[in-house]
């Protein structure tokens, strides 16, 4: 597609539910990135994988979060469990870039906001 | 790791310039970017400094000197569009070159 598409735009999760947040990149994007935004915050890195290896997961901020990429273009980030301090926004970009060649900006998509109540 | 600090409000008037400051400490720099949200959407990317000076892209500017960790947006003929959050990112060399970024600033532009 166009652009980098994520879904559900809202996802409204009662403590204790799991949740799957889908990120559809740009066709071709080898590097694919998820990032949770506070409010009033910038986004903090969760995840990063190129094609679908999962290069880096030090951003996850606990062993409820789990993402996947077994193709190498969706992405899904599942929260299992959740807490009120997952309620944020999860922005997913996407680069053309992968390691070694780091002058490519990065897209993002619109965000999903998860609100846990 | 990288601490990247701008300043959280700042207020402007259309027409006007204003320019956004980023300050950054890091291992090892490997480019900065600016990014502009406005609320509820996708950062968006304006602009990419990896070498030392002033990049031009229309309406706005950036800049970056390496040696003092620092950067600057600048915004010119202000209009109230631009009111938005200004997002610093610094990718640091080596690893899997991953934008670290700030917590952003938020413009107000006020006729």
């Known amino acids: 597609g166009a652009g980098v598409s994520q879904s559900p735009r809202y996802k409204v999760a009662k403590r204790g539910q799991d949740v799957a947040l889908r990120c559809d990149p740009i066709?071709?994007?080898?590097?694919l990135f998820w990032y949770q935004q506070a409010l009033g915050q910038g986004p903090e890195f969760l995840t990063y994988?190129?094609?679908?290896?999962?290069?880096?997961k030090s951003g996850l901020p606990s062993d409820r979060f789990f993402a996947e990429r077994p193709e190498g273009s969706v992405s899904t980030l599942k929260i299992q469990r959740t807490q009120q301090e997952d309620s944020a926004v999860y922005l997913c970009?996407?680069?053309?870039?992968?390691?070694?060649?780091?002058?490519?900006?990065?897209?993002f998509g619109s965000g999903t906001r998860l609100t846990v109540v | 790791g990288q601490n990247i600090d701008q300043p959280t409000e700042m207020t402007a008037t259309e027409g006007a310039i204003v320019q956004i400051n980023c300050t950054y400490q890091?291992?090892?720099?490997?480019?900065l970017f600016w990014y502009q949200q406005h609320a509820g959407e996708a950062p968006t990317f304006l602009s990419y400094?990896?070498?030392?000076g002033l990049e031009e892209k229309g309406r706005f500017s950036s800049f970056l000197s390496r040696s003092k960790g620092y950067s600057y947006l600048l915004l010119k003929e202000l209009q109230m569009k631009d009111s938005a959050s200004y997002l610093c990112?610094?990718?640091?060399?080596?690893?899997?070159?991953?934008?670290?970024f700030g917590r952003g600033t938020s413009l107000i532009v006020h006729p």
């Open positions: 970009a996407s680069s053309l870039a992968s390691q070694g060649q780091p002058n490519y900006g990065y897209t």
């Open positions: 066709s071709g994007h080898v590097s």
């Open positions: 994988f190129q094609n679908e290896a999962q290069l880096d």
């Open positions: 890091t291992s090892g720099f490997n480019g």
């Open positions: 400094n990896v070498l030392d």
């Open positions: 990112a610094v990718r640091e060399a080596g690893g899997s070159y991953i934008p670290t």
